[in-house]
């Protein structure tokens, strides 16, 4: 066994006292053990530029292979896109016409080399984005407001007590005039509420309410629609409030079938019918309700908060809003209020500016646009005055700074489909989505990541890999290394270091020191995996109990702070016998925890963090290197 020399071990120590205090125990650690062999396999990761994909398409073996593989040359003709539109069309193509390119570019590479090629590749558009080639653009005009405040109030924007109105007023502003299509829409809002004579009043229907209701009803039936003497279902029939189960009646369906015997309302429809409802339980609440609760109101705005459904079974709850102008005028009903005196509140002209949505007319309906995964943005005059512009002439470059400007909390995975006006004035959409970092253009093309093996007679491509890192030569990679908790003499728990990966170890001063500290991958892309596993050589000596101090997590919610996140434990694999694949700390040998399974991620973009912990009572030395996540075979 191959030893180093007291002498060498000597000067070494006066060199790591001027380091973190380490201990001779520390010492024999690293020098104490047998001299090893790197067993890493050499990897050369590149990016493909521009101009690769000229070469790629200009490599004589390349042309000749794509002539090969069809008759009729389409092969040929795809290859010829690769230079224009500088992606593949899938991977399988890609690994076609990639070992040609490694050959020739890496040629000083020897057998049981690895090239780690990230290339674009096609990136089909979902579905809705045809839908945002043409795009239409309408304000709101002030008339239409009054289907949320009521003609005889004079408030021109929405504020967070009446946005919720938006979908119903684009409906009854544009019904019929809209061609289907995708509409953004500007609207006015406030976030400060109107300030009227009064405060607002809020009533929730109690039992008496519900009664009081009925007995209205009864005391005041329709002789146009109701002529039928049957005291068994006339109050349900005329307004639909159940005094018994507390809750207003909306199966409209119903009413026709079981309280209409002799056809009455048969001629009108059911929107008709919801209409007269709906008139009748303004007149109800007017009349019944809010007398009682106020003998001498003021002006102002009141609310009334009831259950609605169709039986006991399905209840919701809804409210009406009436504002008080000598008389209570319905201010969110469906049916038009006669003009009278018109209310002007006070108004914070300085809270007042512009939102906008985008809409969705399919066969004249209109509807909020929705996509999974995704939530719209359209750009509002405000947003465009803060860039200085009209339109946009570079959105890819402007609208990631927009959209770190306004959400610089976001979550790592959220994606926006931004509408803008483009240099032309002309509405556009594209895909931005935050990596944690940044915020980036989705294209019609993605990374993707591949590596080929040189065999001595050929580059072939191997199994997916997602992540690989042998921590060699003293390097953590794209790792980063974050410390929880440090006590008494420690500076820092992990290191990297040349012959043994990153280490950890909490022994210094001679004693066992607690702390918590990590080391973290960056984000892994597992969108495309199937079943991606996790492989890494390790070694382990002291300590109290391994598998309770030294942990492999992993968190799909990481946003930079191992605290602030979710972490789901991943366990290293067992034996026959039920015995877990990990050192027993009796050597100083390195060993595979063989394949430790993520297929529970597959789909999901993950980070990796190794926690260690120690207390004062022990404290592991952990080593592990050669990393890799790939696709299992």
Known sequence: MKRIFKYTLIALSLVFASCQDWSMNQLEEHFGKEETTIQDVRTISYTLTSADYTAIVNNAENQSLALSLEADSVAYKKLMLVDSLKYFESDSVAAYYLPAFIANKFSYLDAGSNVKIAFQMYNPAPEYMA?????????????????????????????????????????????????????????????????FATADEKITLSHEDYVALAQYVSDHKDSKYFEKKDKKHEVDYYLGSNSKQNYINSDYATWRKKYDPENLYSSLSDEELQALHAARLVEGFTQAVLPTYFANPRMGVYTISFLMGEDQSNLTRESITFMYVGEYKCTACSFTDEETSVITPSIDTTSVGSRAELFLVVNGQIEF???????????????????????LDRPERIIPKLLKNKFPFASFGTTYLVVYRNASKQLEAGRYSFDGMDWNVIKDSKQKI????????????????????????????????????????????????????????????????????????PYVDLLEASKPVLVFDQARKYGVDFLAECFVMVSVNYEGDVTECDWVPIPFNQDENGNYIVPDGSSWDFMSTGNLDLSAFAGQKITIGFKYTSSSEGSATWEFKNLVVKELK
Request: glycine share 8%; charged share 10%; no cysteine.
């Open 131 to 195: 839908l945002m080639e043409h795009i239409e653009t309408f304000n709101i005009s002030d008339e239409a407001y009054t289907y949320v405040w009521g003609n005889n109030v004079d408030v021109p924007y929405l504020t967070p007590a009446t946005e919720g109105k938006l979908l119903d007023m684009v409906q009854k502003s544009y019904t019929g005039t809209l061609a289907d299509g995708v509409y953004a829409i500007q609207y006015d809002y406030s976030a400060a509420e109107p300030a």
């Open 369 to 391: 646009f929705t996509a999974d995964g995704i939530t719209p943005l359209v750009l509002t005059p405000a947003d465009y005055q803060l860039l200085g512009v009209e339109g």
């Open 450 to 521: 591949s590596t080929f093996l040189n065999t001595g007679t050929s580059w072939d491509v191997s199994t997916a890999v997602y992540l690989s890192e042998s921590f060699a030569n003293q390097s953590q990679g794209d790792f980063t290394i974050q410390n929880v908790l440090l006590t008494g003499p420690l500076s820092y728990v992990w290191q990297p270091t040349a012959l043994y990966g990153m280490k950890a170890s909490a022994y210094v001063g001679g004693a066992n020191n607690p702390s918590e500290a990590w080391v973290v991958s």
